[in-house]
């Protein structure tokens, strides 16, 4: 088997990047989650909600990195399927999105006051980072990303980093949209704010629905594979 050349190390390397970028940005979805953290987050000030956004970002980024280098093996060793994953995943994004459909300003799923006292890094992780930000879709396209590594030491390399630096990509605009966010909704007003975070609870609470249905549907084709197409 021939060694590649360089160009077609760069050629894998880009197409590799992209290929993470644009599989995790859309699912993700930073810009649409702007509203949510805002709102999640209305009691910080905004250096406060800034230092939260860089965790977020931070958090997110890690738990992209773990999910496909390692996800894989973890499912595997408590014998879970990505299926369950998202069938548990998107009923916890249900609940959130309930509750701030329900009252966007007082979300149910966090206190207030504790977020407004304590570092953010002790509350950035659940729920700003996972599942909102970073939830079971986003997860399954990591694992599926990591499920099949390159076969030699170089190849593998390369498309570590190209991994690496597309997720980097993804923490870099969560971190923006997410530390800009009241930037963003300024431009509406704060009843078009109030629209936006019900608008986006609501779609919210389809991708959990979604995510669910499709754990669920998964779950019932490997056990009735005749049944179920």
């Given amino acids: 088997m021939r060694s590649l050349t360089v160009l077609e190390y ?20 930073p810009l649409g989650g702007a ?3 805002l709102a999640m987050t209305s ?12 965790a977020v970002a931070l958090n997110s980024f890690l738990l992209l990195i773990a999910s496909t280098f390692v ?25 959130i999105a309930w509750a701030l459909l329900n009252n966007p300003n007082s979300p149910a799923t966090m206190s207030r006051t504790t977020l407004a006292e304590n570092e953010a890094g002790q509350d950035a992780f659940y729920p700003l980072t996972m599942p909102l930000t970073v939830g079971p879709g986003s997860i399954s396209v ?11 030491m170089r190849p593998l390399v390369v498309t570590t980093l190209a991994h690496l630096l597309g ?14 966010a009241d930037r963003i909704l300024e431009k509406v007003g704060s009843t078009g704010t109030a629209v936006v975070v019900r608008l986006s609870a609501f779609i919210l609470l389809c991708i959990g629905v979604q995510i ?6 998964a779950l019932l084709a490997s056990a009735f594979p005749a049944a179920i197409p």
């Fill in 167 to 180: 997720m980097l990509f993804v923490a870099v605009s969560i971190y923006l949209c997410y530390r800009y």
């Fill in 142 to 152: 990591a694992l599926t990303l990591g499920a099949n590594p390159e076969q030699g």
């Fill in 35 to 37: 509203p949510i953290y």
């Fill in 10 to 29: 760069l050629r894998h390397f880009t197409g590799t990047v992209l290929l993470a970028v644009g599989a995790l940005l859309p699912i993700v979805n």
């Fill in 212 to 217: 669910s249905w499709n754990g669920i549907h």
């Fill in 71 to 95: 996800g894989a093996y973890v499912l595997d060793f408590f014998g879970l399927s990505i299926p369950a994953v998202q069938v548990a995943g998107g009923i916890v994004v249900c609940g």
């Fill in 43 to 54: 009691d910080l000030k905004p250096e406060r909600r800034g230092a939260m956004a860089k």
